[in-house]
């Protein structure tokens, strides 16, 4: 079975740039969370997307959004990309809404660097 | 509310115990372990459930206090494949979102 996947690998982008980050989850799985993995900051909650619809949000400005297609694969957008954007951008799947008793599965990251 | 664990960094020889506590100010539905090798994608260990239930792995375990709101991870014996950033994330009421703490980095010298 293949695990989630994620491109690009590494993706390099300038101040005031736009980055589009991709996701494939585990086949069957219909929800998708995006966390920012920060040095010293830990695991930060993005976004969570299950059936297509935006389920939550965390403590991140509009310019980070997101969707989730037919497939169940989503998309991660930051706009206007600043230095502090700098980070390990991990996306995770799990087969259930909610995950109170559903583990997550992630992918291997994106690691975005704003210059 | 992002949980808080500890301790951030313990260092350990093969063979020896560790635990690792996670904490939060909410009241919480799941605990969720998860365990990072450098360079590596988090990999889910456990999830723990309300209800004080206490779950293992072979010499993994852990415990959910849900009174205190908090968890532990016991691990005895340690290996040296268990070196890595341990992560627990915590679901709270209302909340449908889990939330990551900063990690406690466990490395296990031969």
């Known amino acids: 079975e293949a695990g989630v996947t994620q491109s690009p690998t590494h993706l390099i982008k300038t101040r005031g740039q736009q980055a589009t980050l991709r996701c494939s989850p585990i086949s069957g799985h219909t929800s998708v969370y995006w966390y920012q993995q920060a040095l010293g900051l830990g695991l930060q909650f993005l976004l969570w997307y299950d059936e297509g619809e935006e389920r939550n949000r965390g403590n991140f400005p509009p310019r980070f959004s997101g969707r989730q297609f037919p497939n169940y694969s989503s998309e991660l957008n930051v706009n206007a990309l600043e230095l502090e954007d700098s980070a390990l951008y991990l996306c995770?799947?799990?087969?259930?809404?909610?995950?109170?008793?559903?583990?997550?599965?992630f992918g291997n990251g994106t690691r975005l660097t704003v210059t | 509310q992002q949980p808080v664990q500890s301790p951030q960094a313990v260092i350990l020889r093969e063979g020896e115990d560790a635990v690792i506590n996670c904490s939060s100010s909410?009241?919480?539905?799941?605990v969720h372990w998860y365990r990072q090798k450098h360079g590596e994608a988090p990999v889910f260990l456990m999830i723990?459930?309300?209800?004080?239930e206490q779950k293992g792995h072979e010499k993994i375990s852990a415990s959910f206090n849900e009174k205190k709101q908090q968890s532990s991870l016991y691990l005895t014996a340690s290996q040296l494949s268990y070196s890595g950033t341990y992560f627990c994330g915590t679901e709270g009421s209302g909340s449908e979102k889990l939330v990551f703490g900063k990690g406690t980095k466990l490395t296990v010298n031969p």
């Open positions: 995770a799947s799990s087969t259930r809404q909610g995950p109170y008793n559903s583990p997550l599965h």
């Open positions: 909410k009241a919480l539905y799941s």
């Open positions: 723990l459930l309300r209800g004080g």
